[in-house]
């Protein structure tokens, strides 16, 4: 990448930091110079890329549905680092059911890690990032942020709101130089919709996909992630990035 995307000397935390898009974000943003912290409730996963990377990596456990959990990991990397520069609310999952059959407690789940974990993590990073004289927000909503999904409620109530929410951060924290946006990934082949999506489901996803007829690779949404987490971005804030391959293109007919 160029000069201008480098991330020397930037402390950076992401979410759901031990595979799939987060892992790959946790790799590029190294690469690119930075310190990060990659907070999962992955340990195995988390520690072995930890290892594997070395120097300016360390992972923690963290669930993102806890306040608790999440004033401890600013305090410990304010503590050991002296600045929080980047944070990345990449943690997520996804279910599909109809709405008629969710389950109340599977809204709530859905709920607690995709919309209370970014909520969180903004609430608890905001004030670090003041004190470090500013910083950059990316917040992964999803093509499900954008539009609907059969049979997907929960989940696209979730990502609206992150998208919704990206905006009013922005909004209150530009005058302290903190940067917000968000990123909608869609049709990624990760560890999260393999688990959810058979063979035969990601073909038809990669033939639905109005653009580039595949699907997307996790490496290609941590791309866009570091070029917002950087100062190559510096003039962008409140917006919504689509990494999927012009699936939101199309109008659907």
């Known amino acids: 990448m160029s000069d201008y ?3 020397d000397g930037k402390i950076c935390i992401v979410t759901g930091g031990s595979r799939g898009m987060g892992a790959c974000t946790v790799r590029r943003l190294h690469a690119e110079g ?3 912290i990659a907070a999962d ?4 996963e988390g520690k072995a890329l930890a290892e594997e990377l070395g120097e300016r990596v360390r992972y923690v456990h963290l669930d993102v549905s806890n306040e ?3 004033a401890a990991l600013v305090a410990e990397v304010e503590r050991d680092f002296g600045r929080l520069d980047v944070l990345v ?5 996804l279910l599909f059911n109809a709405i008629t059959d969710t389950p109340l407690t599977e809204l709530r789940k ?13 609430k608890h990073a905001i004030p670090a990032m003041k004190r470090a004289g500013g910083g950059s ?8 942020g954008l539009g609907a999904t059969l049979f997907c409620g929960s989940y696209t109530a979730s990502k609206f709101a992150v998208r919704g929410i990206t905006k009013v951060a922005a909004l209150e924290n530009g005058k302290d130089k903190i940067r917000v946006n968000s990123v909608h990934p869609g049709g990624i082949d990760t560890p999260m919709t393999r688990a959810v999506v058979d ?4 073909k038809y996803i990669a033939s639905r996909v109005a653009g580039l007829k595949r699907m997307g690779e996790a490496d290609e949404v941590a791309k866009v992630i570091v070029f917002l987490a950087s100062d190559a971005s510096s003039y962008m804030t409140g917006a919504e990035l689509a990494v999927d391959g012009g699936a939101t293109a199309s109008a659907g007919f």
């Open 199 to 202: 063979d035969e489901g990601r």
């Open 41 to 44: 409730i992955l340990d195995d």
């Open 137 to 144: 927000i990316v917040n992964l909503s999803s093509t499900e």
């Open 5 to 7: 995307l480098k991330l």
């Open 110 to 122: 859905i709920l607690d890690v995709n919309l209370v974990g970014v909520f969180l993590g903004m």
């Open 34 to 36: 930075a310190t990060v």
């Open 89 to 93: 609310n990449n943690a997520g999952i």
């Open 68 to 70: 608790e959990g999440w």
